[in-house]
């Protein structure tokens, strides 16, 4: 069984005139609620075994605040492409992934990621900012990951919270 974890970088400063989309920080928002998932990663125990982030500063600074106040040491590996990719591309960064990892956070943006969770579940949920969505697929190889392969098991949303499906 592999489980992966989707995650939306948290809320962002608007961008600077001038200055590129990529290098965006978190606002005081953002870095509010990266912090609050990171606090419900650990209660619930969930550990991940590698991190596959956007290079995107946001996403970046979502990551390090939520694994930091989460307590859990792992991989992180920065990859390009997740940087404004669509389903299809990000599909083939998770194809990737070694068979001896269970559980996988993707740390990306919108649409790419509402799109994929729609593609793996079927499910069309919302994914605002520091949205965290976990999907189980009931096999032992990322490269069988494919559309409609997933099951939706928990989507949470800043200020709603957790909701278990």
Same mark, same amino acid.
């Given at each position: 069984?592999?489980?992966? +974890?989707?995650?939306?970088?948290?809320?962002?400063?608007?961008?600077? #005139?001038? %200055?590129?989309?990529?290098?965006?920080?978190?606002?005081?928002?953002?870095?509010?609620?990266?912090?609050? $998932?990171?606090? +419900?990663?650990?209660?619930? %125990? /969930?550990?991940?075994? $590698?991190?596959?982030?956007? #290079?995107? *500063? @946001?996403?970046?600074?979502?990551?390090?605040?939520?694994? /930091?106040?989460?307590? =859990?040491? *792992?991989?992180?590996?920065?990859?390009?492409?997740?940087?404004?990719?669509?389903? @299809?591309? $990000?599909?083939?960064?998770? %194809?990737?992934?070694?068979?001896?990892? /269970?559980?996988?956070?993707? *740390? &990306?943006?919108?649409?790419?990621?509402?799109?994929?969770?729609?593609?793996?579940? !079927?499910?069309?949920? #919302?994914?605002?900012?520091?949205?965290?969505?976990?999907?189980?697929?009931?096999?032992?190889?990322? &490269? @069988?990951?494919?559309?409609? /392969? !997933? %099951?939706?098991?928990?989507?949470?949303? #800043?200020?709603? !919270?957790? =909701?278990?499906?």
């Amino acid at each position: 069984m592999k489980t992966l +974890f989707l995650l939306r970088h948290a809320k962002a400063e608007n961008a600077a #005139p001038g %200055s590129p989309d990529i290098n965006r920080a978190l606002n005081e928002r953002g870095k509010r609620e990266a912090l609050a $998932l990171g606090a +419900f990663i650990r209660k619930q %125990s /969930s550990t991940f075994e $590698l991190v596959l982030c956007s #290079p995107a *500063v @946001r996403a970046r600074e979502t990551a390090e605040l939520v694994l /930091s106040a989460a307590e =859990v040491t *792992v991989n992180v590996r920065y990859d390009q492409r997740i940087y404004e990719a669509g389903p @299809r591309q $990000l599909l083939e960064v998770i %194809s990737e992934v070694a068979a001896n990892q /269970s559980a996988v956070l993707l *740390v &990306g943006h919108n649409p790419g990621m509402e799109e994929l969770l729609r593609a793996l579940t !079927g499910k069309g949920e #919302p994914m605002a900012t520091c949205t965290l969505a976990q999907i189980d697929f009931n096999f032992a190889d990322w &490269g @069988r990951v494919t559309e409609c /392969s !997933g %099951s939706l098991e928990l989507i949470n949303q #800043p200020g709603t !919270g957790a =909701v278990w499906l």
